[in-house]
């Protein structure tokens, strides 16, 4: 079985150490993934409609491509950045 393709094979493509750059740990690159594939979901399903509420794709896409995978292209290319909400809370809450 030898395949003339260039890219690698895997479950996902881009690997998961390059995704891991991106992200401290595995379990936050899940949540920031799925909620980024929620988004780019919900635009597909609101063109129809013309409501515009939320960002389409920010890369290149095919006709078949999932929303995660599409999702952890962005993530991969740098093109998303994530905030810590536990850092966002912090000072908040050490006001008296």
Known sequence: ????SAAPEG????????L????????S?????AK???QINA??????EGLLE??????DTHVHEKPLSIALREINEGLLTAE???EERRPAQQQP
């Open 1 to 4: 079985m030898s395949s003339s």
């Open 11 to 18: 479950i996902i493509n881009p690997p998961i150490d390059e």
């Open 20 to 27: 891991l750059e991106a992200c401290p740990s595995k379990y």
């Open 29 to 33: 690159l899940v949540i920031w993934a």
């Open 36 to 38: 980024r594939a929620r």
């Open 43 to 48: 635009y597909y399903s609101q063109l129809g």
């Open 54 to 59: 939320y960002v389409g794709p920010l890369v």
């Open 84 to 86: 810590s909400v536990e």
